[in-house]
């Protein structure tokens, strides 16, 4: 299919959160004590939330950065290109990239919401997630309806206002949840615990996919402090496979039937191999571990329940049978370091040459309008949908790479590969000032 | 091909030391304070070193036992196939499983002999190691010229030390070593330290490989106690891409360029997605991380200097010319529980079905005989390596599973999944009682 003519919807972008996303949502007397934005001496902006700082991750926002001025270093709002945080900007760059729909993972919070989890009063913690989650339904998604995908922020530490909260803003059209590829990490019951179970019946209930996002246990996994940076940002999304395996193994997909994952950036390309070797570990294990999969094999228990993603996986997309055509999607990764944007329709169409259409549009668009139920083309009509057609909406977006906006480089200079600890200490670098 | 032309070489089998290692190759006054093998009133063999008791576990040495009765109890010599131990029997064992040759990673020293290398007696460490690896080479490999690929374990602690070990070994015609996939947690600097320079040096002058087996930094990973055991078992090949980063973004590949290096018991399906994810960062990052292959893609780069090897992987076959059909080579795992023992050649023959046979032959022993540098049809003519030829030498080898043997189930009767808790817990029974 030519990059023209493809229908891209991604199930993996970012918002940064801009600084009145708990304007319109809490009751007066929760303003004060609100997550709000600071600007620093030393030029970022930081989220303040009852006493501690959160920063914006320079790699996490670099789109229409060059990259040779990517870095870790904290930044601020100006440093970012506007679609970042601004969803009326966002939308340009949606189309100037052709892309239709977007479901967009949230930044200050952590991709699981495990700020508000760390929070000691829980009655605060509630309030400021139900606002943000109504601020990203209402005002982000709800500005531009059909154009993005609803995912909500989940309560972790109660399982049952975790159920409430699925059903609430599944009330509110939203079906789709993140939560952590590693609970146990952030202090709580593993996946194995029926504790969640209220949590998986609302989903299984509400037709919600439950997004597990790589990183959203306990962080970045670093191999030693020496190590250049390139071996996580190589392995991170391929580390999916923990939860993956933590998931396939586990009661959950046995006893909640209609029940559905998404591995969120967890790349396809070594998925073919994952549900190989587990058909053979249950062939070869399954009479003394007493695994029970009632017949079936369990890369087929998996095609019904979890879904994938991709963002540029040429060897994943050859091998799309052996992962299950039906559960492939697509992701754009805006505004993170990954991201193939502005030139999406070109790499995807390189990807995919070669593969019959009707395949293409179930990998670009049918499956993640399907399983996340939404009727783009209620909004919209399908021949204004294209690549091409979107493109020609996005008048005046300048594509240009903005340099000198930010990126404080990790080595000074031509210099030497950029380690574990450089990046950690650029990172840290935001605690050593406090806000104006 | 047909399974019975098959002329198999195993990369990646273990051998389970018998009593007598420490007999030929230690000066007498050292022969008291060599490890030995005690009997134990709870039926299990251990060996007993330095005030220290180390278990054969029930996994580790299945082979011929049905795998209702797998655990991971502790076994004695009694309740293994004879096989695991006895070189004669192994190479009955071999031959009635079409095998030609075999390099046979150590069991109760560790996988990279982690054993010495806690020892605070250094000295004593040394020669213990040594008397091991000539154990290894003259008595093990060297009951059967032509059949055994050498493999030394390393004196990690010195690499002095190391390097010399290396080249006096390389002197007896060994030209494998095994390595940590994660120095730093046992202590050492990681391989992104100058400190291994002298040990990539002697290995890359003595065209040694340096075999990094899975599991050989702090052991299995676990993500909770009531996971299911089946999640470890699944996902530990796949770990090893962890190793696999740490080394391409190394600068050990870019300054050794003779070195090499295999990847024991990986597997290859997620190669082909590592490989080219490896290229898609560097593409992406390399101008503000510093790396730099001197015009090659990290891709090209791996495949100078990395091995892989597969046990039964239709997926890696299917996709043998991304990973590159020059680095594959073949393994057994005899006796652990993953092992296709004695129906290797079948097993195979289903996954290289319609692989033309020059492709057949590089990846079943020509790229294990060349570069392990063994010249097994030296010993041996061609004709006489097949499955078949091997086979028919196999007069009287019992294959039949023996009940009984051992495998205490980890969940008594038809039961519950079994837990990384219950196999803690049978692992831990041993350290509860004393030798006899």
């Given at each position: 299919m030519r990059a023209d003519d493809l229908i891209l919807v991604s199930v993996d972008d970012h918002v940064v959160e801009p600084p009145d996303v708990f304007a319109q949502h809490l009751a007066p007397?929760?303003?004060?004590?609100?997550?709000?934005?600071?600007?620093?001496?030393?030029?970022?902006?930081?989220?303040?939330?009852?006493?501690?700082?959160?920063?914006?991750?320079?790699l996490n926002a670099v789109v229409g950065r060059p990259p040779e001025e990517y870095g870790m270093e904290p930044t601020s709002f100006a440093q970012m290109r506007r679609g970042c945080w601004d969803v009326h900007e966002r939308i340009r760059d949606m189309n100037a990239n052709g892309v239709l729909a977007s479901m967009c993972f949230p930044s200050f919070p952590g991709l699981c919401g495990a700020l508000f989890l760390r929070q000691a009063d829980k009655e605060l913690a509630r309030v400021m997630l139900q606002a943000y989650n109504d601020w990203h339904v209402d005002e982000w998604c709800g500005a531009y309806p059909g154009r993005f995908i609803p995912l909500a922020?989940?309560?972790?530490?109660?399982?049952?206002?975790?159920?409430?909260?699925?059903?609430?803003?599944?009330?509110?059209?939203?079906?789709?949840?993140?939560?952590?590829?590693?609970p146990q990490e952030l202090g709580l019951p593993s996946l194995h615990d029926p504790h969640w179970d209220p949590f998986w019946t609302a989903c299984s209930d509400e037709g919600t996919v439950i997004c597990v996002h790589i990183g959203s246990g306990s962080g970045m996994k670093f191999t030693s402090m020496e190590?250049?940076?390139?071996?996580m940002i190589t392995v991170t999304p391929i580390y999916s496979v923990?939860?993956?395996?933590?998931?396939?193994?586990?009661?959950v997909l046995k006893q909640f039937p209609r029940i559905r994952f998404a591995l969120s950036e967890?790349?396809?390309?070594?998925?073919?191999?994952?549900?190989?070797?587990?058909?053979?570990?249950?062939?070869?294990?399954?009479?003394?571990?007493?695994?029970?999969?009632a017949g079936k094999l369990p890369s087929e228990v998996w095609r019904e329940h979890v879904v994938t993603c991709f963002i540029d996986d040429a060897v994943g997309l050859r091998n799309r049978h052996a992962l299950g055509l039906e559960t492939i999607t697509w992701e754009c990764d805006y505004p993170h370091s990954d991201t193939t944007w502005p030139n999406s329709p070109e790499a995807l169409a390189r990807s995919v040459a070669g593969i019959a259409d009707g395949e293409v549009n179930a990998i670009t668009h049918e499956n993640a309008l399907r399983i996340f139920r939404l009727d783009a083309f209620r909004h919209r009509p399908r021949e204004k949908c294209t690549a091409a057609a979107l493109r020609a909406e996005a008048v005046g977006v300048d594509l240009a790479p903005k340099s000198q906006l930010g990126g404080k480089p990790p080595v000074a200079g031509e210099g030497r590969p950029v380690t574990t600890q450089d990046i950690l200490s650029q990172l840290a670098s935001v605690y050593a000032t406090v806000p104006e």
């Open positions: 007397e929760w303003q004060s004590r609100a997550p709000r934005v600071a600007h620093k001496a030393d030029g970022s902006d930081v989220w303040l939330f009852n006493g501690e700082q959160i920063v914006n991750v320079g922020l989940p309560p972790l530490w109660d399982p049952k206002l975790l159920a409430d909260e699925v059903r609430r803003l599944a009330r509110k059209g939203c079906h789709a949840i993140s939560f952590s590829e590693a190590a250049p940076v390139d071996v923990t939860f993956a395996a933590d998931l396939l193994w586990s009661r967890g790349g396809i390309g070594w998925i073919p191999y994952f549900l190989e070797r587990a058909d053979y570990v249950h062939r070869h294990h399954h009479t003394w571990t007493h695994q029970d999969f």
